[in-house]
Structure formats: structure tokens, C-alpha cells
């Protein structure tokens, strides 16, 4: 089923993790637990090259991958930045043009295919997507998007064992195919976090809600949220734009924004797939930006 909800039951935006202080990945205050978890990863599966670049990180000598909270910063401030100037030169820069933005704004979220853990895979499954955003772009030319991609592990065994989310697993078995029960491995869910700005009375979003009902069509495949209308606009855009940023290091085994605080560390060895794979699809190809 399509998701569009009203703002009353938008996405809490006060629980994404991603703040003006840039927690270091999506954990706060287990930053440097985060960075000792990758590098125990790489340097257990042999990238010591990696893992060398990922410790000594500096601005002078950014390592660029996906884990990194310094790096993930400065693609942040960047991501912000751009969602800010859209917004601008969209709605306009006065403070009482973020009325409008705020009321036609949407943050969308699009699941891309669940796919084996393979660089490959992977790939296939982004530049299949953007073929579709190339459409997408071709076809609204008034509606701008801004986002990212994001790879989410699955431990789909895990998730099939402890019986969580019916819903989420009823939609990835509806993008695989299969019963997830016969599934004994691993995934990479690809998936998207994009903000779509609109204007009232003209019609695009409607006709947008239905171009995405046609090529995102099972249930919960798409979800549209609202702005939260009672938070600052600059404080959803803060919160928002980073939100695919996010490089969380542990699995997610339900649709909460918060489910992963239930779930397992993610091991070591896909981790450090997770890692590598910055270097095979850097944050370049990661992100979406049609229109601005
Ligand atoms: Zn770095």
C-alpha cells in the first residue's frame, strides 16, 4: 500500500539521529566505539590499507568512506547546504516563505531492491534506479529532489528467528519473491532518502504519488512524509538532509526509525563489506539530485 501520511503522523523527525553537533554516525555518544568497531573489522579481514586511511582521516587527507563521522560531516554540511539554497531559490529566502516550504516539502523514502551482498549487486541495483530517476527527471521538470542512497544490511535469518516487523518482512519478501525463510544470508536492502520540493495547486505531487505508486508498487515500498509542522523549518532541514548519512552499524529489524536499537551489532565481516564498498561507490554515485 502507498504511504502518505498527514503531518500528524509524519516520521518523528526529532528521532533522526543526525543534529547540527554531528553526532559521529548514528550513535551519539558511541562514536569512538563506532570507530574502533571499523577498524577492528578491517584490519580482522585483512584491509589494513583501508584501515590505516580510515585512522588517520583529516581534512587534508579525508578517507571517504562511509563509516567515517569526519567524512560523514563534511558530506553533511555539504547535503545541508544545497537543501538549503533549493529551498531558497525555490520557495524564496524570506522568513515567511518557509511557510510554504514547509507545507509542500516531502521527505521520501523509496526501497530500491534487496539484494545479495555483492558489489555487484549493489550497483546493478542503483543504476537501475537512477535509469528511473533519469525518467522521473525528464517527466516533473518543476519538482526538484535532493538525497542520497543507503545501503541497509539485512540479517535476514536474524530478522525470520526473531519474528520481528511482520510488515517489513512482508515487504521485502514482496521485492524478492521469495518467503525470506528460505533466505539464509545477509542482504543489502538499497534503498533511497530524498527531499522533493513541491508548490501547491499545480498538481505535480499528485502526479509524482502515482509515478512512484507505478514503480515502487508493493506495500510500504514508497512512504511520504510531511514536514513536521510544528518543528522550526531549518531544524527538520538539519535533521532530514543527513538522515541517509546515517551509516548505522547495527541491524534494523523493523521500519521504526529506531529499530535498530534493537537490533544486533552487525559482524564484522560485513562490516567491513559495508566499508569497502566506499571505495567501489563513493558518496558521488550515492547522491540523488535532479533539478538542482
Ligand atoms: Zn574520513
Redesign the pocket.
Known sequence: MFECLNADQAIPTDQVSVGINLPPIAEPKKGVHVRKRVLVALRAYGDHELADE?ER?NPRD????HH?D??RGRWFYSALNRVNETKALFYGSQPYHDIEAKRHMRHVTGLVALVRLSVRAIKAAIKECKKGFQSFSKKFKNVPVLGFYEIELINVPMMVQAGACPEKRRTLEEMLGRDLSEVNEVMALVHWHVLMFFRGGNGDEEKVQKWLRKHYPHRRQVRIDPLRWEQDLSDSLKKLAGYPLKNRHRYNLSFDTHGYENGNYIRPKELSFLVKLSREVPISEMKIRLRC
Open positions: 580510515y582521516c579525508l578517507c571517504r568512506l567515517c569526519r567524512c
